[in-house]
C-alpha cells in the first residue's frame, strides 16, 4: 500500500521526508497540499488517524493564523476550518498509509509507517 505524503516542496523537512521513505523503498504517493488542498471531510479523516492535536497540527507562526487566532486549538472542527481557509496552515510534512498517520516532526518519523505492519 502506498503512503500519502502531504508535501511542500519549498519545506526542508518534507524534502527529508520523502527522501527517506524512499530509499527505504516505500511507494509514495505525494500530494502537494497547497496546489490541492484537503477538504473539511479529508482534514478531518486525517486526524482521526493522526497521533496529535490541533497544536501539533497548525503552523501558528505562519502569518495566516494572524486572520484564524482566535481558532481554539483544541476543537477539531475550528482547526479544520481554520486549515481549510489557509492550507498553508498545516504542519508538514504528514506521512498517511491509510490506517495510521504520522507529522514527520522530525523527518524520521514518517519512518514508524513502515514497520506499523510488522
Known amino acids: 500500500m502506498a ?3 502531504y508535501h511542500n516542496p519549498r519545506c526542508s523537512k518534507s524534502r527529508q521526508a ?3 521513505l524512499e530509499e527505504h523503498g516505500a511507494e509514495v504517493a505525494v500530494r502537494r497540499y497547497l496546489d490541492e488542498p484537503l477538504n473539511e471531510e479529508e482534514l478531518r479523516d486525517l486526524m482521526g488517524r493522526l497521533d496529535a492535536d490541533g497544536e501539533r497540527l497548525v503552523r ?13 486549538l483544541q476543537d477539531q472542527e ?4 481554520a486549515i481549510v481557509r489557509h492550507p498553508k496552515l498545516m ?3 504528514i506521512a498517511d ?11 524520521e518519523d514518517v519512518l ?6 510488522d
Open 97 to 107: 498509509d491509510g490506517k495510521r498517520a504520522v507529522i514527520g516532526r522530525p523527518p
Open 3 to 5: 503512503i500519502t505524503l
Open 78 to 81: 475550528q482547526v479544520i476550518a
Open 60 to 72: 501558528t507562526q505562519e502569518p495566516e493564523w494572524q486572520d484564524v487566532e482566535d481558532t481554539n
Open 112 to 117: 514508524a509507517l513502515l514497520h506499523a505492519n
Open 18 to 20: 520523502l527522501a527517506l
Open 91 to 93: 504542519e508538514r510534512p
